[in-house]
């Protein structure tokens, strides 16, 4: 990354102890193919990559783990509990993640609705506070509701993962203040997870505040995903660079930018 | 000598219904008849690399280091995962 002279050093991003090299975190669903996801996180500069648990398939022989293509020595694989209704399924799901993978981190879903995708608040504190319990770092997916929020923390979640919009929508941020909130009052880590489309909605949701952005979609169902990955890169850092630098204030009227004096008579 | 023939071929009959005799399990949702002893046995049979799955046993996971002691047993639920792309 350059960085020009006298511009501000950030501190990198930290998850409960733990130092990562960039504020974007990327899923490996619905890429087209395995060597393009690769590409894509490659550009994209990412090191934590979400993955989710599923049956293995007995009638297929080759491999199909995504980690046959994903490096789990260059890339911090987070798994998730995407497609998870209830609070005991998510518990199931993480507890098979942690045997298979390489790491006490969990990307807790416990989803409550099949059109929005929604997060079913109730079930995923319940969750949370178990996981919690059994020594998980839970990074949990919530909606931008503070209090939730709020009581997430509270039930001792390393990361708190409120969504700019829907999962897959693509609509970006929808609720700036929400996020901005959220980010004020917790102390942990606050990742904005799914619904970002594009790279001003990834600057944009930077801006705010928030610690780092989780995305997928974006990335996938974009027409170049290798581009659109190192676009993303250059939005995130780019959009906290200008929240560190902290932004000139709104206003409803003109102020000229040049002297308004020494006009000619 | 007689009595301790008959005790040896009975004592391997058992240990062979107990090791080599299918059983029927659900697997993944299905149900297959397997030949396996232990949870490892089982992966062998399927020919997958124990490192690459989770198997879990009746809703319990089965750490990797347990499998070679984990009895597979008539009517087991198994389920084996691994990690595939996701957000």
């Known amino acids: ?265 | 000598m007689t009595k301790v023939r008959a005790g040896a071929a009975e004592t391997r009959e058992t240990a062979n219904a107990g090791t080599l005799g299918e059983k029927l399990i659900e697997l993944n949702g299905e149900p297959r008849k397997v030949v396996a002893a232990s949870a490892l046995d089982l992966l062998r049979s399927l020919e997958i690399d124990p490192r690459t799955v989770v198997l879990e046993l009746n809703r319990q996971v089965v750490r990797r280091t347990e499998l070679e002691s984990t009895p597979i047993n008539e009517g087991d639920r198994v389920e084996l995962v691994h990690f595939v792309g996701g957000g």
């Open chain 1, 1 to 265: 990354m350059a960085t020009a002279v006298g511009t501000l050093i950030d501190s990198p991003l930290t998850i409960a102890g733990r130092v990562f090299r960039s504020r974007l975190m990327v899923g490996t669903g619905k890429y087209r193919n395995n060597e393009t996801m690769v590409r894509a996180i490659e550009a994209s500069g990412a090191e934590v990559v979400t993955v989710a648990v599923r049956r293995v398939d007995l009638n297929r022989r080759e491999a199909d783990g995504v980690l046959y293509h994903l490096d789990p020595e260059l890339y911090f694989l987070l798994a998730n509990t995407a497609g998870c209704y209830t609070a005991e399924e998510a518990i199931r799901y993480a507890r098979l993640a942690r045997e298979a993978g390489f790491n006490e981190f969990l990307k807790l879903e416990v989803i409550g609705d099949r059109e929005t995708l929604l997060p079913d608040t109730a079930g995923l504190l319940q969750a949370a506070r178990i996981l919690v319990s059994e020594g998980f770092q839970v990074m949990a997916y919530t909606n931008d509701d503070l209090i939730t929020a709020l009581r997430l923390e509270d039930a001792g979640c390393a990361a708190v993962m409120p969504l700019a919009s829907p999962i897959g929508s693509g609509l970006g941020l929808v609720n700036p203040y929400g996020i901005r909130t959220i980010k004020k009052r917790l102390s942990v880590p606050v990742i904005v997870d799914a619904g970002v489309g594009t790279a001003s909605d990834a600057c944009v949701t930077m801006e705010q505040g928030v610690d780092g952005i989780l995305m997928n979609t974006a990335l996938a169902e974009a027409a170049d995903p290798v581009t659109m990955g190192a676009a993303m890169r250059l939005a995130v850092e780019s959009g906290r660079q200008a929240f560190l630098a902290g932004r000139m204030p709104r206003r409803e009227i003109a102020a000229p930018s040049s002297p308004t004096t020494g006009m000619l008579g």
